[in-house]
């Protein structure tokens, strides 16, 4: 079993910047593929940002492609999410999720690991 657990969030003005971490134990992700969700009040969670095992290969939402950044570090098995000018719409609980080989969840979004969220606030 894998746990996960976020750290980072919180209350932002916009414009501004926030670093999420998801640290995972129980065994190392370094070959699982990770990413990051988020879910605000009232609307279906989606997939903001994903990265591959090794950390060659990430994917965005459009609403965020240049704005956040997703990274690894698989020796310390964690995985971190750099937001960047940040919007009010943007506010949401946030997921890290982990995708073991064979990777069923890159495309489909239907990963097999989940942390509890960090919720991140971005105030007008």
């Known amino acids: 079993q894998v746990q996960l657990v976020e750290s980072g969030g919180g209350l932002v003005q916009a414009g501004g910047s926030l670093r999420l971490s998801c640290a995972a134990s129980?065994?190392?992700?370094?070959?699982?593929?990770m990413g990051w969700f988020r879910q605000a009040p009232g609307k279906e969670r989606e997939l903001v940002a994903a990265?591959?095992?090794?950390?060659?290969?990430?994917w965005y939402g459009d609403f965020v492609r240049g704005r956040f950044t997703i990274s690894r570090d698989n020796a310390k098995n964690t995985v971190n999410l750099q937001m960047n000018s940040l919007k009010v719409e943007d506010t949401a609980v946030y997921y890290c999720?982990?995708?073991?080989?064979?990777?069923?969840?890159?495309?489909?979004?239907?990963?097999?690991?989940w942390g509890q969220g960090t919720q991140v606030t971005v105030s007008s």
């Open positions: 990265i591959n095992w090794g950390g060659s290969n990430t």
């Open positions: 129980g065994r190392t992700v370094s070959s699982y593929a």
């Open positions: 999720a982990a995708d073991p080989p064979p990777y069923k969840g890159w495309a489909t979004g239907d990963y097999t690991y």
